[in-house]
């Protein structure tokens, strides 16, 4: 119910960012306002914000922990800047205030601002108190004292009491944008189903703080965000991993092949690995093994003996599993490599986002080893994504790279569930009992090779990491017999552009700028380019899904602008990837490398600055 005292302001979208230490709870806090805004009818995407260190020192900014949630009527991104900041702590507040608008609602636990937590957040003096946050509408709530009162009159020890600041600081935030609160509770008692003490508790927080944002005066206005316009389905907020897991779930059923998945878990990867272990009713078989290597050879094996197989992994572990990779590519095995790729080298940034492993899933093998790439675009996407990674694979019987990436493996948006029988057919060339002059490496017109199950009754065949003989498959150090497969392994590989759709140009067939991305900076790239084309500006954008290979229109996309600038997270591999394809443009290159998503202000003024000039 809406308190009339308040002043209702309308937006098309808002973005909230919930900030803290480790431990507050902020994942949950933003995934609970998430699902509560989707079932609202707002469209969203999500942010989930992970410190790079294990147990880091308590109140430091090394230790902070956000999620950010971008809700409204037609949602691309996660949003540059947010409009309203929940902060548990003064380090959370010193980490993100950079990310909060000037004049937005910064809403902080007052008890959590003491001397020591101050100093060991940086600050010389209390930030509520010196006036440096005079830009903005502080709203100081007695968040974590609040929370052990009406949690110990619940029942709970101090403790876990204290634990329960999340759903008070949740109440306050459910106030101001009008969510309904009995909705987030269902919400809580879901989550916390198996412990009905602790899920009353959090209900009490959560409902106290919401009559707390009722009551004071440094609330003014509430916020009434725009629905969105969807078409009619079943919508649920999914994150990029789940989706990847449900989408190779309806490529093994479609395909009528058995799922395996063989992994070692690794961040930003690993969500992949638990869903899928959720479906054994589906017959879906997850194997978590001792390493990386571990994990990727147990999936070839599976795909040798007729499994639709899979491993994840991250940037560090794909290298580890380079060389079984080209095993893959010599048995023409289809085997579903996902890439959840994260801040490197080495070790790197593990809880942030990147794409710097194109290059490795191109050519980082030893020897002539094509395999097809694909990049995911969205969270949603990665279902579609990675139900066509395991369409490619299996019915061209070759390995295929699936590149996702921390920001939208982690993150999340509202995706519409397809039916099963709508998504495109997959026929494995699964050979048949007592084939007709059966020869393991015979081709068909794509050079594709049959898929001979073992035990299959007239089907017995060799199979290894050595050279094969063209045909029957013998083992060979013939130089003319090697040099023809390695041609037919890649050019089978490039027929796959037969196939794949055309790429698609987003504006005018022509123009004075092209906007070339991949991957997870789609949502950031299109609202920029859009931005610009409604000031009238000559710009358009392609999006690449496919990079190896190239969809078979690209050449003549390119040949009608004027310039061309690839956009993305790393120092410019698409860009030198193009231009060794296509040598006859001067690519211009827009990059990031800061474990963070472009923001669609900075690619706004990069655009419009390379349409300005001459």
Known sequence: MTNNKFKIIEKESVAVKFVGDSGDGMQLTGTLFSDASALKGNDLATFPDFPAEIRAPHNTVAGVSGFQVHIGKEIRTIGDKCDVLVAMNPASLKANLKWASIGSTIIVDADAFVDKAIEKAGYVCNPLEDGCLSGYNIIPAPISSSAKRVGAECGLDMKAAERTKNMFALGIVAFIFDRDIETLAKLINAKFKKKPEIAKANTEVLKAGYIYAESIEAIHSRFHVATAD???????????????????????????????????????????????AKHKSLNAKVMQCEDEIAGICSSIGAAFAGSLAVTTTSGPGLSLKSEAIGLAVMTELPVVIVDVQRAGPSTGMPTKSEQADLYQALFGRNGECSCIVLAATSPGDCFISAYMAAKLAMEHMSPVILLSDGYIGQGSELFRIPKV??????????????????????????????????????????????????????????????????????????????????????????????????????????????????????????????????????????????????????????????????????????????????????????????????
Not at 423 to 450: G, M
Not at 586 to 605: I, M, S, W
């Open 230 to 276: 969807l078409p009619k389905g079943k919508y649920r907020n999914i994150a990029g991993n789940t989706a990847t897991a449900w989408g190779l779930l309806a490529a093994a059923e479609r395909s009528k092949r058995p799922l395996f998945l063989g992994s070692y878990p690794i961040t930003p990867a690993t969500d992949i690995l638990v869903e899928l």
């Open 421 to 614: 029988a709508d998504l495109p057919s997959i026929t494995p060339p699964v050979a048949q009992p007592n084939e007709a002059d059966f020869a393991p490496y015979r081709r068909d017109e794509k050079l594709v090779r049959r898929w001979a199950l073992p035990g299959t009754e007239g089907l017995r065949h060799r199979i290894g990491g050595l050279e094969k003989t063209d045909g029957k498959g013998e083992v060979s150090t013939d130089p003319l017999n090697h040099e023809k497969m390695v041609k037919y392994r890649h050019e089978k590989v490039m027929r796959v552009a037969d196939e794949i759709p055309e790429q698609e140009v987003i504006g005018e067939k022509e123009g004075d700028l092209l906007v070339v991305s991949w991957g997870g900076t789609y949502g950031q790239t299109l609202v920029a380019v859009k931005n610009l084309q409604k000031q009238g500006k000559k710009i358009s954008l392609a999006h690449f899904k496919y990079i190896m290979p190239l969809p078979k229109n690209t050449n003549e996309i390119f040949k009608q602008f004027k310039k061309i600038v690839v956009c993305e997270l790393n120092c410019g591999q698409f860009a030198d990837y193009l231009r060794m394809t296509y040598p006859d443009y001067a690519y211009l290159k827009y990059n990031k490398v800061q474990g963070l998503p472009f923001t669609t202000e900075e690619l706004t003024e990069k655009f419009n600055q390379l349409t300005e000039e001459k």
